[in-house]
């Protein structure tokens, strides 16, 4: 039951920017980081000199979000910033490298997935194999090791899972599959679901990126029926696709591994 309070005083300073490094950092992940702060620490914008922003360029995907079937596509996605490039994601989860400074494109991968409900990508993950692994102050949480060629594609790479049920890494430098990635790039997140029709079971969130495991959800239809999908969480291999663990709170088991089938 909701009980009014009176209101609560606020600072009477305004709060220091949480970051000592005005002006760098990448936007790597759906929240800017791994921990979510949605932080851009630029003093340069802020209340004083927001009303002076104005538009430089513009892209147009060319990926429209209509649903004249009815699938509810939508543009919803947060873009990442890595660097100079900016990488984007389209409805239909087609992802697009641009130049930050002039909007030029300078890849696109073609995913085009497709679903009855739901159609729409809301971001993507990011690894980088060359760069150290997070330190953490727990022994159980350390990222697990993996195994890369520096010299071989995709030592950067994207992810993007679809609500038609694919996990697919992109290399972040060409735009190509990373083929040594699940099958050809692409993990089949049906796999292990039983029967889990579209569009009963789908994927809407954005993967994240933790350590060197890439993590991704599920949404569930509501009141179809007693016996749908599990809403399983699964964590995969960042390098391989392999499947690390899953977690399904209503299973017996609750990190019982999905067998085909």
Not at 21 to 29: F, L, M, N, P
Not at 90 to 114: C, F, L, M, Y
Request: charged content about 20%.
């Amino acid at each position: 039951m909701f009980i009014p309070h009176a209101p609560v005083a606020g600072p009477t300073q305004e709060a220091p920017l949480a970051s000592t490094k005005d002006g760098t950092g990448d936007w790597s992940a759906y929240g800017r980081t791994a921990t979510g702060t949605r932080l851009a620490p630029f003093s340069e914008i802020n209340r004083n000199t927001i009303s002076r922003l104005h538009q430089v360029w513009t892209i147009h995907t060319g990926d429209i979000p209509i649903s004249p079937g009815g699938n509810g596509a939508e543009d919803q996605e947060t873009p990442l910033q890595i660097g100079n490039t900016l990488f984007l994601c389209t409805p239909h989860n087609n992802v697009i490298a641009v130049d930050a400074d002039s909007g030029g494109k300078r890849w696109e991968a073609h995913v085009n997935s497709q679903s009855k409900i739901w159609q729409r990508c809301r971001g993507l993950g990011y690894f980088d194999a060359s760069a150290p692994l997070p330190v953490t102050t727990n022994a159980l949480s350390a990222p697990e090791p993996i195994s890369h060629d520096p010299t071989a594609p995709c030592d950067k790479r994207l992810f993007t899972n679809t609500p038609d049920g694919r996990l697919i890494a992109i290399d972040a430098q060409t735009g190509e599959y990373c083929q040594e990635f699940g099958t050809n790039g692409t993990v089949n997140l049906l796999e292990g679901l039983g029967n889990a029709p579209d569009p009963q079971y789908q994927v809407t969130s954005p993967p994240t990126v933790a350590g060197t495991t890439v993590i991704v959800g599920g949404r569930i239809a509501d009141n179809v029926k007693t016996d749908m999908p599990g809403g399983v969480i699964r964590g995969y291999d960042v390098i391989t696709g392999a499947l690390r663990w899953a977690f399904d709170a209503r299973n017996p088991d609750p990190n019982h591994k999905l067998t085909e089938g």
